[in-house]
C-alpha cells in the first residue's frame, strides 16, 4: 500500500468514526454495527518467527505476535470473527514431531472461530486429522467434502453460523480436489463434491432460510489459474450470488488487499488471500447500517 | 475511489441515520480490507512463548545434535544428468531399503529413482543434522518398491530421459550418445533385459500419483515398506561420519 493512501484511508476512517458516533448520541435505539473478520492461510506449522538468517522473510511470522495483535483487534472491536483457511499442518518439525497438536491447541488459544480443510491437513490421513480434533475449540467447516464413510464423520459441519451484535454472519466451508494432490491412503473415502454447485446451495440456505446479513466462504480451492476448467476463488466469486467475501489459500497468494469481482447478481465479493505461513493477517471489517434495503447497492469499498 | 467521494458517501449514510430512527433490516454500507503484517513491532503473548517453548525445546535436541560431517556443499545443479545431492539421496533409499526389503519379502532390490520435485533443500558443508533430514524430506512419503515389467521399464527410463527436471537414480546406469538417443542401459550391473521384471524402490507419493505424473505406468505389484524417506536418511547419518557425494557417470551423455 502506498503510503499516501494509507494516510488518507485512515484520515476517513477517522471522519466516519466522528459522524457515526454524532449518529448514536442522537438516535439511541439504533447505531452503526461493526463486524471485524480476521484471516490467515497455509500457515503450515510455522508457530516460530522465520530466523534472522533466513532469506527472504527474516524475523517476520510468529504465532505469539499473531496473539497479541488478534487480541488488539479484539479489544478494539468485540464483535470480531477469526478464521483459517487451510493447510494449519506441514511444514515444519512440529508437525512432523506431534502431529498438529501445537498447531490447533494454538489456534484454540488464539480464539479461531473456524477453519476450513486443505490438502496438507491430511498429511497424517483422516486419522490424523480425528485425533487433532479433541485439541481444537474452533469450528471444522468443508461442504464440499463428504466425510460420510470416514472417521471423520460427525466432526466436520458445512457451514456455521456466528450471531455478532444482532447480525448474523454464516461461513461455509470449501476444499480442493483431493485426486493427484493427495494419496488416496490418507484421504480415503472422502468424497469431494463440485465446490461451485455447493457454494450456490450453502449460500442459499445462509442467504434465504437462515437470513444471514454477511455470508463468508472459507476456500482452500486456489486463488486463480490458467486453466479456466479449474475452480478457483475468482471464479468462485463469479458464480455466486450471495457470498459476500471469500477467504482463500492454497495458491499462497499475497494479496495487498481485498480483489474486487461482480458476482452472478451484479453485486460486489471481496476475495482475498494473506500469502503463507503466518506471515500476515488478513483484516476485512463490515460497517452496517439500519436502511430499508437490503441489496448491495451503495456499497463503499474501500480496499 | 477520491477521499472527496468517500467522505460524501460517509455523510449522506449518516444523515440517512440522523433521519431515521426505527429499527430496519441491516444494511451493509462499508467494506474495508487491509493486510496487516506479523513483525517484529508486535509484542508477543508471554502465555504463548511459554505454551511454545518446551515443545521446541524437545525438538531442537534431536534435531540439532551432529550426525556426520559434510566437508564440501552437496547441491541439486551441479550436474547436466544427475547431480550430488540426488545421488546422495538416491544412494541412501538404495542401502537403506535393499537389506530391509529383502528381509520383508525375501527378494532383491535393482535399483532407486526418486523424483526431483521430492527432495527439497540442498546439504550445506558443515554439522549434518536431523534438522536436515526434515529440510531435505518435510513430507511424510513412504520408500515403496514397485514391481514393473520390460515395458513399463522403457516408459521409464523414456520418461528419465526425456524430463526436464534431473530426477535421482541409484543402481542404474543409463548413457545416452552425442545426439542424446540411448546408448545403454545398465541395471544392478547387469545390462537391461527386456524379458524380466524390476524391483525400483520409491517415494510412494509417485506410486499413488499413478501414470499421469510419468514415472510409472503399468505396474506389476508394489510393496509397501513402512519405511519412511527421512527415517532411511536419518538412519543413514547414523551409520557415517563423513557426508560426501559427486556427480558420476550413472546417467550421461556423450559428447
Known sequence: MKRRDFISRTAAASTMVGLTGLGLNSCSSLGDKHITILHTNDVHSHIDPFPSSHGRYANLGGVARRASLVAQIRNENPNTLLFDAGDIFQGTPYFNFYGGELEFKLMSKLKYDAATIGNHDFDNGVDGLLAQIPNGT?????????????????????????????????????????????????????????PFEIALDQERKLKEEENCDLIVCLSHLGYDYENPQRPSDIKLAQSTYHTNLIIGGHTHTFLDKPEVRTNLNGDSVLVNQVGAFGLNLGRVDFYFDAEKKVSGDGVSISV | MSILNFKQIVLFATIGLLASCQPKDQHLSKIDGKLLPIDSTLTQVDSIVSFVSPFRNRINQILDSTLAIAPEDINLDDGPRNTSMGNFMADVILEETR???????????????????????????????????????????????????????????????NSSRIHAIAGMQIVLDRSGHLESVNINGSPFDENRTYHVATSDYLVQGGPSIGFFDEIVSVHDTQYLVRNAIIDHLKKIDTVTAQVDDRFIQKN
Open chain 1, 138 to 194: 474452533f469450528d471444522l467447516l468443508s461442504a464440499n467434502y463428504d466425510f460420510s464413510n470416514t472417521v471423520l464423520d460427525g466432526f466436520v459441519k458445512p457451514y456455521h453460523i456466528y450471531q455478532l451484535d444482532g447480525i448474523k454472519i454464516g461461513v461455509y466451508g470449501l476444499g480442493i480436489a483431493l485426486d493427484g494432490l493427495v494419496t488416496k491412503r490418507l484421504y480415503k473415502e472422502t468424497v469431494y463434491l463440485n
Open chain 2, 99 to 161: 537389506p530391509v526389503f529383502l528381509k520383508q519379502t525375501g527378494k532383491e532390490l535393482d535399483f532407486v529413482v526418486m523424483n526431483r520435485g521430492g527432495i527439497r533443500s540442498i546439504i550445506s558443508a558443515g554439522k549434518v543434522t536431523a534438522r536436515h533430514a526434515f529440510e531435505v524430506m518435510p513430507f511424510e512419503n513412504y520408500i515403496a518398491v514397485v514391481e514393473l515389467d520390460g515395458a513399463a521399464m522403457r516408459k521409464l527410463i523414456s520418461f528419465l530421459i
